[in-house]
């Protein structure tokens, strides 16, 4: 049985439709397969575009993409079992078909092979084309993910052949659910799991061509294969490691204004479960304005729609994180939204900058935090687009120096100490001035 759901329209009579989200050219697909019991069977949401490439009457080229899918129908998708693989089948436009299929091991599941057709005689679409003719591309995937895992690959996923680019993002997928309950776990593709510091794996996705048969004539494909990456098929998550550290800018005018250099983590918990996130800086952008009393710095990726770190100045002489937003979507579809504007982090005075290179948290709210690493950050007074000195974090020197004031009783000679330790140290960052 197949459900879809057109939003924000509440679905005619039956119970779930097909869902339109996105920009105006992106549509997410979503889908929700159950079974003869009705209980949840196979979840996917996800997008994906087309760039075809067809021969003209007159022995040319031409290109098209197939971005904006219509209204999809999901015909001939299916559970499946232990026998027979799972299946999505989704029609579109004039004439596409797409389909996917799973199969089932003992604690594994893979997608195996996507398959994607169009008609060439539509001559809407295909102006001037040759040969009017139904063409198939199978894409082998092998992709293993761990039994009761939901695969998410936010990242942008590429299969290529000489004809057809087939772009795919904001994948999630779980053929096989168990009971009926959707997976709190995520299994990631490579490209999303900042933590993978394991060797890659040899990608396995050969995009083999079944087309019938095409012109005689063809030029040499100047594009080559792009797989999909395949991670190995280990059940059991790590714990995260540290994220990599990103290096982030704001500019007024042609002068930087902000600099931030830290790892960051997000620590969400949801329906109970909490899920940590290292943030890849290589696949996230970044933002900002400045201003006298104010500063901010946003970051997004495909996931994060926004992650809003706002400085404040106060008292007139330093500066202190205020404030911090963020809204994402999360591994099941929903949204993640968090606003505190009353936080009081990473205190220094105005005129430097403000470092901590232990791990800190971020307490943004009871259900998300933000675990940071080798962070330093200036939202105030930057000068030639360099960091000013240092004021350091006091996180480890706390823990450490009060047992002593407190073991030793406050005999002066002690704080002079620990003041003179406190100076020699803070000098020893004087001269940390670069990026
Ligand atoms: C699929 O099920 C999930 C969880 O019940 C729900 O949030 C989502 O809206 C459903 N989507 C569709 C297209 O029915
Ligand atoms: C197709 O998707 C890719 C990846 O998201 C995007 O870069 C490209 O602009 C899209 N093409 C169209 C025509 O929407
Ligand atoms: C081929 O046809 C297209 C229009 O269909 C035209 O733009 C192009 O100039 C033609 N090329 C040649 C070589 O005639
Ligand atoms: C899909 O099935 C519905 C009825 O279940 C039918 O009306 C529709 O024509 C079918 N679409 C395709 C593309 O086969
Ligand atoms: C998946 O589909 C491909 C072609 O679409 C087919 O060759 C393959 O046998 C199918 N696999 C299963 C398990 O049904
Ligand atoms: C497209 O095909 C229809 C018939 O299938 C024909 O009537 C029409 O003229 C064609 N349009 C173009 C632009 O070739
Ligand atoms: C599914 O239900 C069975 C029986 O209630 C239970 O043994 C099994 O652990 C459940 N599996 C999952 C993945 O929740
Ligand atoms: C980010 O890019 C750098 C250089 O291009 C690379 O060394 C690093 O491994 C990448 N990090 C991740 C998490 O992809
Ligand atoms: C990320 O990659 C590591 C190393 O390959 C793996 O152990 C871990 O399970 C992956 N995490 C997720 C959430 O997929
Ligand atoms: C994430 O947050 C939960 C709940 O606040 C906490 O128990 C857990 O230790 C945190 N994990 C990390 C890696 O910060
Ligand atoms: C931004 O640039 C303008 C024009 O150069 C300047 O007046 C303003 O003070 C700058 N603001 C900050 C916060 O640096
Ligand atoms: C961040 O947002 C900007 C504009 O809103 C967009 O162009 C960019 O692609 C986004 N970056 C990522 C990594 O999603």
Same mark, same amino acid.
């Given at each position: 049985?197949?459900?879809?759901?057109?939003?924000?329209?509440?679905?005619?009579?039956?119970?779930?439709?097909?869902?339109?989200?996105?920009?105006?050219?992106?549509?997410?697909?979503?889908?929700?397969?159950?079974?003869?019991?009705?209980?949840?069977?196979?979840?996917?949401? =996800?997008?994906?575009?087309?760039?075809?490439?067809?021969?003209?009457?007159?022995?040319?080229?031409?290109?098209?993409?197939?971005?904006?899918?219509?209204?999809?129908?999901?015909?001939?998708?299916?559970?499946?079992?232990?026998?027979?693989?799972?299946?999505?089948?989704?029609?579109?436009?004039?004439?596409?078909? =797409?389909?996917?299929?799973?199969?089932?091991?003992?604690?594994?599941?893979?997608?195996?092979?996507?398959?994607?057709?169009?008609?060439?005689?539509?001559?809407?679409?295909?102006?001037?084309?040759?040969?009017?003719?139904?063409?198939?591309?199978?894409?082998?995937?092998?992709?293993?993910?761990?039994?009761?895992?939901?695969?998410?690959?936010?990242?942008?996923?590429?299969?290529?052949?000489?004809?057809?680019?087939?772009?795919?993002?904001?994948?999630?997928?779980?053929?096989?659910?168990?009971?009926?309950?959707?997976?709190?776990?995520?299994?990631?593709?490579?490209?999303?799991?900042?933590?993978?510091?394991?060797?890659?794996?040899?990608?396995?996705?050969?995009?083999?061509?079944?087309?019938?048969?095409?012109?005689?004539?063809?030029?040499?494909?100047?594009?080559?294969?792009?797989?999909?990456?395949?991670?190995?098929?280990?059940?059991?998550?790590?714990?995260?490691?540290?994220?990599?550290?990103?290096?982030? =800018?704001?500019?007024?005018?042609?002068?930087?204004?902000?600099?931030?250099?830290?790892?960051?983590?997000?620590?969400?918990?949801?329906?109970?479960?909490?899920?940590?996130?290292?943030?890849?800086?290589?696949?996230?952008?970044?933002?900002?304005?400045?201003?006298?009393?104010?500063?901010?710095?946003?970051?997004?990726?495909?996931?994060?729609?926004?992650?809003?770190?706002?400085?404040?100045?106060?008292?007139?002489?330093?500066?202190?994180?205020?404030?911090?937003?963020?809204?994402?979507?999360?591994?099941?579809?929903?949204?993640?939204?968090?606003?505190?504007?009353?936080?009081?982090?990473?205190?220094?005075?105005?005129?430097?900058?403000?470092?901590?290179?232990?791990?800190?948290?971020?307490?943004?709210?009871?259900?998300?935090?933000?675990?940071?690493?080798?962070?330093?950050?200036?939202?105030?007074?930057?000068?030639?687009?360099?960091?000013?000195?240092?004021?350091?974090?006091?996180?480890?020197?706390?823990?450490?120096?009060?047992?002593?004031?407190?073991?030793?009783?406050?005999?002066?000679?002690?704080?002079?100490?620990?003041?003179?330790?406190?100076?020699?140290?803070?000098?020893?960052?004087?001269?940390?001035?670069?990026?």
């Amino acid at each position: 049985m197949v459900c879809f759901r057109l939003t924000p329209v509440p679905g005619s009579g039956l119970v779930l439709l097909f869902l339109v989200l996105g920009a105006v050219s992106s549509y997410a697909l979503e889908l929700n397969l159950t079974d003869s019991e009705k209980a949840l069977c196979l979840y996917a949401k =996800w997008q994906m575009n087309f760039t075809i490439r067809y021969k003209t009457t007159n022995e040319t080229y031409k290109t098209v993409t197939i971005s904006d899918l219509g209204t999809p129908t999901y015909n001939g998708s299916v559970c499946g079992d232990n026998q027979h693989g799972s299946r999505i089948a989704v029609q579109f436009g004039p004439g596409f078909s =797409w389909t996917v299929n799973f199969t089932k091991e003992v604690s594994a599941y893979s997608i195996d092979t996507i398959s994607f057709s169009y008609n060439t005689g539509d001559n809407a679409t295909f102006p001037d084309a040759e040969k009017k003719e139904i063409k198939t591309i199978d894409g082998h995937v092998a992709l293993k993910i761990p039994l009761n895992d939901i695969f998410r690959c936010n990242s942008l996923s590429t299969l290529e052949n000489k004809d057809v680019v087939q772009h795919y993002w904001d994948v999630h997928v779980q053929a096989f659910v168990q009971n009926g309950t959707l997976s709190t776990n995520e299994y990631l593709c490579e490209k999303d799991n900042t933590s993978t510091t394991a060797a890659p794996i040899v990608p396995s996705t050969v995009p083999s061509s079944t087309t019938t048969p095409s012109s005689t004539t063809t030029p040499s494909p100047t594009t080559t294969p792009s797989p999909t990456t395949t991670p190995s098929a280990t059940a059991t998550p790590s714990p995260k490691g540290k994220p990599d550290v990103g290096s982030y =800018w704001v500019k007024n005018g042609s002068d930087t204004c902000l600099l931030a250099t830290m790892g960051l983590q997000l620590n969400i918990t949801h329906d109970k479960v909490a899920s940590v996130i290292n943030i890849n800086p290589n696949a996230t952008g970044f933002s900002g304005s400045c201003h006298p009393q104010t500063a901010l710095l946003r970051l997004n990726s495909s996931s994060i729609k926004y992650l809003d770190f706002v400085f404040a100045v106060k008292n007139e002489n330093r500066f202190y994180l205020k404030e911090v937003n963020i809204s994402m979507s999360l591994a099941n579809g929903s949204v993640f939204s968090v606003a505190n504007n009353n936080l009081s982090y990473w205190d220094a005075p105005l005129g430097s900058s403000y470092m901590c290179n232990k791990e800190q948290t971020v307490s943004v709210s009871g259900a998300f935090q933000i675990n940071t690493f080798d962070l330093r950050v200036q939202p105030f007074n930057v000068k030639e687009a360099k960091y000013s000195t240092a004021q350091e974090c006091s996180l480890d020197d706390d823990t450490i120096l009060i047992p002593i004031l407190v073991g030793a009783g406050l005999s002066g000679l002690i704080i002079v100490i620990v003041i003179a330790y406190l100076i020699g140290r803070r000098k020893s960052y004087a001269g940390y001035q670069t990026l």
